[in-house]
């Protein structure tokens, strides 16, 4: 199994930047795609951003784009997300997920169920 640990959440002011981190480990000898979700205070979980396994192919939610970019370092077994120019609507509890790729690059987005192992998640907080 692979277990993942998000770190870097915290509070900062609106236009400021923070970077999450996500560590894998366990059986890390697979290859996985890894996605970024957040659920805000009384809203659904939703999709932010995600990686293919080489970082070849990244994805965005359109209420990220442009703000936010995900990337990996596979030797570090870590995914992060950079995010600037923080608004207070980005405040949320932010999930990284993996999802077992096997041989192929190909992955799906969603749905939530498509990813094997999630964090535990890490709180973001933007004020204004």
């Known amino acids: 199994q692979v277990q993942l640990v998000e770190s870097g959440g915290g509070l900062v002011q609106a236009g400021g930047s923070l970077r999450l981190s996500c560590a894998a480990s366990g059986r890390t000898f697979s290859r996985y795609a890894m996605g970024w979700f957040r659920q805000a205070p009384g809203k659904e979980r939703e999709f932010a951003a995600a990686i293919s396994w080489s970082g070849g192919n990244t994805y965005y939610s359109d209420s990220v784009k442009g703000r936010f970019t995900i990337s990996r370092d596979n030797a570090k077994n870590t995914a992060y997300l950079q995010m600037n120019s923080l608004k207070p609507e980005d405040t949320a509890v932010y999930y990284c997920?993996?999802?077992?790729?096997?041989?192929?690059?190909?992955?799906?987005?969603?749905?939530?169920?498509?990813?094997?192992?999630w964090g535990q998640g890490t709180q973001v907080t933007v004020s204004s």
């Open positions: 997920a993996a999802q077992l790729t096997g041989s192929t690059e190909r992955f799906a987005l969603l749905p939530e169920s498509a990813y094997d192992y």
